[in-house]
């Protein structure tokens, strides 16, 4: 089994690299190292059956072998990323997924699209289910992520329908763990990092605003039975446990023993004032939910930045 992994070396793929050496595939790893990081993937380096590539997918991709399964993570995935590379980001979702397909398309290969919970926008249904079609704003702000995945989700299944292309799409909810850029500016990182060096925390908004947030390990195994199984989604992927942002505040407080104050401040535009996953998709269709606690996967992330930062 060949797996290319478009965007391994970043957060997410990385971890993904990771399990599917494991699993006994061989990788082909994608990464312009926009937002990637070589030593996301140094430790595989080495390994003979994971091979790295230099590459922007929004050019013609090189010379590749024939491959199984392609998983498509090539996008900046934080507010602070995806607002720095706003056209890169875009064109990554769109030209990048169309190169992604047509690959798919010459190898027969199954595709795997991360989608993000940011198609519901500022939701107004709660929790959020796969059907319900979004409440975002196509100018706003965070509209260069939102709409680019948007695209993604549409040129996927015109595909599929046009090319019969097997492919499938992933949600994917907030997802924390080893690896997070410390200056991504996604909130967990940004309390944690703030805990360590005695900064204050800062919430914005009162902090009754709720989000969900999964381990990466567990997002991976649903990436992976996604892949394995015949659903085309969409499919939600998240931890369906809700936490208002002063209460993660809190908690993240209490478990790095730090003495930092709490300040709040005003609200970003088209910031969701809920987000919660429903999974009963993928826990009927892939007996799939996540098995790592919020504590337990946040208490690994705090000792992992206290180890590497």
Not at 38 to 48: Q, Y
Not at 133 to 157: C, F
Request: charged residues 25%; hydrophobic residues 35%.
């Amino acid at each position: 089994m060949i797996s290319l992994v478009a965007g391994g070396a970043g957060f997410v793929g990385s971890h993904l690299c990771d399990r599917l050496i494991a699993d006994g595939n061989d990788v082909i790893c994608l990464d312009n190292l926009i937002t990637g990081r070589c030593e996301n993937i140094e430790a595989l380096t080495a390994h003979p059956r994971f091979t790295f590539v230099s590459h922007n997918i929004i050019d013609d991709l090189p010379s590749l072998p024939r491959v199984d399964r392609i998983f498509h993570l090539a996008s900046p995935a934080s507010p602070r990323a995806y607002q720095l590379y706003p056209i890169e980001t875009m064109r990554a979702n769109s030209e990048g997924t169309r190169r992604l397909l047509e690959l798919a398309a010459r190898d027969g290969a199954r595709f795997v699209y991360t989608s993000t919970s940011e198609v519901y926008g500022d939701p107004l249904q709660h929790p959020q289910r796969e059907d319900y079609w979004g409440n975002v704003n196509p100018v706003g702000p965070r509209s260069m992520y939102d709409e680019a995945k948007r695209n993604g989700e549409a040129l996927i299944v015109t595909y599929a329908e046009a090319r019969s292309i097997n492919t499938a799409i992933a949600r994917i909810f907030n997802t924390y763990g080893p690896r997070m850029r410390p200056d991504d500016g996604r909130i967990i990182s940004n309390f944690i990092t703030q805990c360590l060096r005695g900064d204050a925390l800062t919430v914005h908004g009162d902090g009754s605003q709720t989000r969900s947030f999964q381990y990466v390990d567990d997002l991976i195994t649903g990436l992976i039975l996604l892949a394995e199984s015949t659903s085309r989604g969409p499919m939600n992927l998240g931890n369906p446990e809700e936490y208002t942002v002063l209460a993660l505040a809190q908690l993240i407080r209490d478990l790095t023993q730090s003495r930092s104050s709490i300040v709040f401040e005003p609200l970003p535009t088209d910031d969701p004032q809920q987000r919660r996953p429903d999974i009963g998709l993928a826990t009927r269709t892939l007996e799939w939910q996540p098995t790592v606690s919020v504590r337990d996967g946040l208490q690994r992330t705090i000792d992992y930045y206290r180890d590497n930062h």
